[in-house]
């Protein structure tokens, strides 16, 4: 039998568990909820409201009609340049990150650790310090409002996330097993192709995820270095705010939200469990 | 010829000392043990004669060549880790193969070399599973295989039965000694476990704080130990030492006196070690050698038994001093009391109480 007062805390627990889920959800619910609605039926009744129509056309107008300063696509090609970007950006840094952490983690050199201290002091360098010299780079290298451009600074900046994972990852790794592969008399790159990369998946996962949402959902450098029809889409769903400023149009706001919001969903509810898991195991024992 | 030979070979860590001059000389053939206990430097020095660890100065010749400067896969050497190191995403034939694959040899050899190995140590049922799916024994032969496939000039054993559990352990000590006796191969063989050390060296080098305190055959490191530290470290329960003094050609111990042995007459009247085995502390009744010789009787205090099945530790006060002795498991002692002992002292050792050097 548990005494009152733990019963007691057990149910306050509940209760804030409860209210914190709810008010996270809130606005989620919200933004769906009117992406179904007409734009008319928000402006009459209220932001926060059940919809009296179902009203899927938003999404057809929103992906591929809608005007965004000036140019009626849709946000379809902005989706299309935020893949653009995020999908190389995310594969390349992962696979040098897991390269690099395995160099500093499973490979002794003079220097090591200066190299590992200042890769991750890139994690802590906010983003706001990196645009003044990311701007020359990308003037000096040609690179101005393209993708390409993009891609280079996400995957730069991605290894330092990823070297860390990996590099914490590949630490858990038995000393024995690499002498014995240098008995084996193994290199460098096919101890990494033959006995690290396939010991990697959960580690690999967790950096994919990681990645995807963080270069997916990444504004600030979208807005800055690209502008018109090489926007990622978050920046193109501001210019559509902005356009929304004359006449409210909540239904085609969020639901374009929902769709550019859809992709990093996806891929933590595909690879959500490998992500929880990855980043408590060890690796192999 | 030798096999391997170490010359003066010292390994620092910044300032500290891990292995401090060893010299050592090992012929074709010969089982070679390196025992201590942890921290002694065993491990750095099998490290470093694989060529994983580099020495700080000194030479290690393998097979008539300096080595120092080459690579742990040019050395002509294979290793059996403690933890095996299998790789884990391969098949045990891969494990086993990924030696050669590295050194692009040819696949009709590499299959005949496993075909061989696998028959050798009986795992050819094993070859198409992964390392997560065999037992510790399993894997264990499977890292022997990836050794012996390379038919080495040596072979480097680090702690291999320590993951073990005790059953195991001794099936595998075994079938290890039988097979270095059926391949003849010179083997280096890294332990803590002094039982290890006997039964399966023709070599034992003691180690302790990083020296070799006794580099001989396993009987002589028994019978023979150059210094205290040998005498406590090899046999369990350890050879007693005990404080005594050479008289009249006597070795005294309180009211217990042994005969001297020849070597000590420059010890008359001097105080010394007595260093003497368990075993040679028996029932009165028994008998001591090939030839019977009854033991030299004496009567002492038990103070504990420790019944084992097959025998009975007992400690007792030997003219004063704590020792232990081995009885028959059929002998009734009661604590407290004082009973009967027969001592052997064919085999008593004595050693200088300064630098714990033997001296007869």
Redesign the interface.
Known sequence: MRSPAATLGRWAIHIAIWGLGIAYLVPLVVVVLNSLRSAEEITQTSMIGWPHIWEFSNYIQVWSTYCIAQTCSGIRPYMLNSAAVTIPATLISTLLGAVAGYAISLWRFKGDRWIFGLVTAGVFLPEQMRLIPWTIVLRDLGMTNTIAGLVMIHTIQGLSFTTLFCRNYYMAIPADLMKAAHIDGAGFFRIFWRIVLPLSPPILIVTVIWQFTHIWNEFLYGVTFTTGQQQPVTAALIALSAAVADVPQHGLQSAAVVVAALPPLLVYLFGGRYFVRGLTAGAVK | MSALVIRDLHKRFGSVGVLKGINLDIDDGDFTVLVGPSGCGKSTLL?II???ETASSGEIVIDGKVVNTI????RD???V??????????TVRQNIT??ME??NVPKPQREEAVARVARLLQIEPLLGRKPAQLSGGQRQRVAMG?ALVRDPKLFLF?EPLSNLDAKLRVEMRMEIKQLHARIGATIVYVTHDQIEAMTMATRIAVMHQGEVQQFADPETIYNRPANVFVARFMGAPPMNTVPARIASGQVVVGDVRLPAPPAAAGWEGREVILGIRPECIAEPTRQFGEAGTPGIRIMAPVELTEPTGAETIVVLRMGGEKVLGRVAPDIRLTVGATAAFAIDARKICLFDPQTERLIA
């Open positions: 490290n694989a060529g994983l690579a742990p896969k040019d050497i294979a290793m880790f403690q933890t095996y190191a299998l790789y884990p995403s391969m990924f030696g590295c050194r990836r680090d």
